[in-house]
């Protein structure tokens, strides 16, 4: 009986998929997150030799969606595709969320990306001073975009924090999405937003960047560090790791079916080490790396960590 057990337990492994995979992203079209899983939709199916079906079920910072995967069964057809970090944290330190992150086992995280605070071009704001001084002394006129519970969210609330100016002083609308929150500053509905800056090129037309949250200056964005944008202010923050964007399936699939979540990481990993994929993915401004599961997990649980730290700032 169980020689028989065992034998279809491994011919199911095996067979692993018969039937197309369901992608789901975490947030609605047109974002960041929604851009990569359907970039590598297509390419996880060859590696595969089934269809993968995206869908998006945005709402509540990724909660609708997390809960979404918690609720299928663990059985490697339903694979999570979100920006993760710091989303899925701050549904759980914030949200009221009633999983945990151990809930989850994350594959990949294949694109890391820093955040850039950024101004509408005709708003006049060309320096980070001169905006966070017109939100101190024009309560409720400075308007402002995020998406709810993003770092680039946390970094606004650390910045008025620090300065001393009432949150409520600034007008501060949250989306869903960062295509959401990205059309309304470049279509001049805030004045400024804080969001991941490689999603971020295609409005650059639009933009005057004001700081990119990060120790060193990058060259994709020509402007001052944070702390460097701040100096003149004398006054630092700490920098926020940005946003970390993969893929992950339940932890109780992982633990129910090894084999599966095995070949599902081989396959992401050898559709990522494909030449026209890279191509691909960098025609697009899409990140691409393979760090695996271990490291992705590792990574998860420190940026948990850091927001459960400034967890009360998102109350």
Same mark, same amino acid.
């Given at each position: 009986?169980?020689?028989?057990?065992?034998?279809?337990? /491994?011919?199911?492994?095996?067979?692993?998929?018969?039937?197309?995979?369901?992608?789901?992203v975490g947030f609605g079209t047109g974002g960041s997150a929604d851009r990569m899983a359907r970039a590598m939709s297509t390419y996880i199916a060859e590696e595969l030799g089934v269809p993968v079906r995206v869908t998006n079920r945005p709402g509540a910072g990724t909660q609708v969606s997390a809960n979404y995967i918690l609720s299928r069964p663990d059985d490697g057809y339903t694979v999570f595709a979100s920006t993760f970090a710091p989303y899925l944290s701050n549904t759980i330190l914030t949200g009221g969320a009633q999983y945990d992150i151990e809930d989850f086992s994350f594959v990949n995280f294949q694109?890391?990306?820093?955040?850039?605070? =950024?101004? *509408?071009?005709?708003?006049?704001?060309?320096?980070?001073?001169?905006?966070?001084?017109?939100?101190?002394? *024009?309560?409720?006129?400075?308007?402002?975009?995020?998406?709810?519970? /993003?770092?680039?969210?946390?970094?606004?609330?650390?910045l008025l924090d620090e300065a001393g100016i009432p949150q409520e002083n600034l007008n501060l609308v949250t989306y869903n999405s960062g295509g959401e929150a990205r059309s309304a500053v470049a279509g001049g509905q805030v004045h400024f937003t804080s969001i991941? =800056?490689?999603? /971020?090129?295609?409005?650059?037309?639009?933009?005057?960047?004001?700081a990119i949250v990060s120790d060193e200056r990058i060259d994709q964005w020509d402007v001052p560090t944070i702390n460097e944008a701040l100096a003149p202010m004398d006054m630092e923050v700490t920098v926020l790791q940005g946003s970390m964007r993969g893929f992950a399936v339940t932890a109780e699939t992982e633990r129910q079916y090894p084999a599966r979540f095995e070949t599902l990481s081989e396959a992401i990993q050898n559709a990522l080490a494909r030449k026209e994929v890279q191509e691909h993915l960098e025609a697009g401004d899409i990140g691409g790396v393979w760090v695996g599961p271990e490291r992705s997990n590792e990574l998860m649980r420190t940026n948990y960590e850091v927001f459960e730290a400034y967890a009360d700032l998102l109350n």
């Open positions: 009986m169980l020689a028989s057990l065992a034998m279809t337990t /491994s011919v199911a492994a095996d067979d692993y998929p018969d039937r197309p995979i369901d992608l789901v694109w890391f990306d820093l955040d850039l605070i =950024a101004a *509408n071009k005709d708003s006049g704001y060309e320096d980070l001073p001169s905006l966070l001084e017109a939100i101190r002394d *024009n309560p409720g006129q400075i308007r402002g975009s995020v998406v709810q519970g /993003s770092a680039g969210h946390l970094m606004v609330r650390m991941s =800056a490689q999603g /971020s090129e295609g409005i650059r037309e639009f933009l005057t960047p004001l």
